[in-house]
């Protein structure tokens, strides 16, 4: 997908788009007012789960994403924002067309898979 250079690209637009746009505003609202912790360790846990280096592991553990993340309501719409933010960085960032579209669709499973809340009709 591109290494390292590629990584941090990502994870910085992600970030960009978390800042600047209004449908993400209830995911910006989940994170501590200074995002670089958040980018530092999302670029790690991407370039271990990409297939790099355990860069996430070696220093944190396990990933144990979901119960990391228990602290803050995550629901569908949280999902949605997220993966909107991360969709429109992966198209800035990754040119091979196969790669994105992979890339998005087991991120997509693991954002769904992240949530906590039940926001399901009655």
Request: aromatic letters at 6%.
């Amino acid at each position: 997908m591109g290494g390292g250079d590629t990584i941090d690209r990502l994870v910085d637009s992600f970030y960009d788009r978390m800042e600047r746009l209004e449908e993400a505003r209830t995911i910006r609202a989940m994170h501590r007012e200074d995002l670089e912790p958040s980018r530092s360790i999302l670029k790690r846990y991407l370039t271990e789960w990409l297939g790099g280096l355990p860069a996430y592991s070696s220093e944190r553990g396990h990933p144990r994403m979901r119960m990391r993340h228990m602290h803050v309501p995550i629901d569908s719409a949280a999902r949605d924002a997220w993966l909107l933010c991360m969709r429109g960085a992966l198209d800035e960032t990754v040119s091979g067309e196969a790669e994105r579209t992979a890339i998005y669709e087991a991120m997509a499973k693991l954002a769904d898979w992240m949530r906590n809340t039940d926001d399901s009709p009655a």
